[in-house]
């Protein structure tokens, strides 16, 4: 076993005679860098592979570059690095490497997957909903990767996804076996689950809706049977309907996001009824989104003043 220190954090090394496999990554640092370039060799010898849960847990990690070399990535290698946005894969790697089950579980902030470049762009972003949002890793690996061929399948796959009942998928999050894998934040527990089977339902509704808003907000190649289909799912999922889950989403998930307030706005068009439902809805610590909700009301004509009452 190895040692490595690169920008305050010690990387744990196996050399298994074709390169070395990082297998942990800790801390060394309170002040360790937020971006950590991994390079192409440690000790002489490539770099293969992150083996499963290296870096599982690492708080301050935003960005992570990966090295050409790479050919294997393990499960839940990333998993819970919660401040992770952006993960590069650098030219000459094998995209084989998102071999792993959940290799970002619990990143909630990812936003960029890079593969053959360092800078994010509408590309990275929708990237990452394969391996973030989407159970279709297989698109990363596609050969028509960033194509127009490639946005049809990945439109595809976005509307095969929110066909599927939302419970699908249920028994085998419970019987996974992420055992070291924590859902509420608060260290690790033994056989932890994400929870009964309706707020499993919320958590994947609260999925599907980012999802459908992540891909409306990035138009690339978009077809407008696409957009119409995507645009009516999130409406019938809005604040009043048989499932709020779409409204979960802003309200939880997006409620100090002004842009993404805005476009959802957009989309949904509410009227005075909803709208009124929905200012009730959030609560006085969201005020952002309470005062963008107010202003919009105001905006389609109905009184500005009823609402200060709410």
């Known amino acids: 076993m190895g040692e490595t220190i690169i920008s305050g954090y010690k990387l744990n090394t196996e050399d298994y005679g074709e390169g070395v496999y990082i297998t942990l990554c800790e801390t060394t640092e309170s002040n360790a860098s937020d971006e950590l370039v991994?390079?192409?060799?440690?000790d002489g010898k490539p770099v293969k592979g992150i083996e499963r849960k290296s870096f599982l847990q690492q708080p301050g990690l935003r960005k992570i570059v990966l090295p050409g070399t790479l050919t294997y990535i393990g499960d839940w290698a990333f998993s819970q690095c919660r401040q992770l946005?952006?993960?590069?894969?650098?030219?000459?790697?094998?995209v084989d490497a998102f071999v792993g089950r959940g290799v970002f579980?619990?990143?909630?902030?990812?936003?960029?997957?890079?593969?053959?470049y360092e800078e994010p762009d509408?590309?990275?972003?929708?990237?990452?909903?394969?391996v973030k949002k989407l159970p279709a890793t297989?698109?990363?690996k596609d050969p028509s990767f960033g194509t127009v061929e490639w946005y049809k399948k990945l439109d595809m796959a976005i509307v095969d996804y929110l066909k599927q009942d939302d419970i699908e998928g249920y028994s085998d999050?419970?019987?996974?076996g992420e055992e070291d894998i924590s859902y509420d934040g608060v260290g690790s527990v033994d056989g932890e689950l994400p929870g009964e089977s309706a707020a499993y339902l919320k958590?994947?509704?609260?999925n599907k809706a980012g999802l459908s808003f992540a891909r409306l907000t990035n138009e690339v190649y978009i077809t407008e049977e696409t957009k119409s289909y995507l645009s009516d799912y999130l409406i019938s999922r809005s604040k009043g309907c048989e499932s709020e889950t779409a409204w979960y989403y802003i309200l939880e998930d997006r409620y100090d996001d002004t842009k993404a307030i805005d476009d959802y706005l957009d989309i949904l068009k509410p009227d005075t009824v909803t709208?009124?439902?929905?200012?009730?809805?959030?609560?006085?610590?969201?005020?952002?989104?309470?005062?963008?909700?107010?202003a919009y009301k105001s905006e389609s004509g109905s009184d500005f003043f009823d609402d200060l009452t709410i």
């Not at 509408?122 to 394969?130: D, G, N, Q, R, Y």
């Not at 958590?203 to 609260?206: I, N, Y």
């Open 38 to 42: 991994i390079p192409e060799t440690v």
């Open 85 to 94: 946005e952006t993960f590069v894969l650098m030219k000459g790697a094998s």
């Open 105 to 116: 579980e619990g990143s909630e902030r990812l936003q960029n997957i890079c593969i053959g």
């Open 122 to 130: 509408a590309l990275s972003f929708l990237a990452a909903l394969p």
């Open 138 to 140: 297989y698109l990363i």
């Open 173 to 176: 999050r419970a019987l996974c």
């Open 203 to 206: 958590e994947v509704g609260k």
């Open 275 to 294: 709208l009124k439902k929905m200012i009730e809805d959030v609560p006085a610590s969201k005020a952002l989104l309470k005062a963008k909700l107010i």
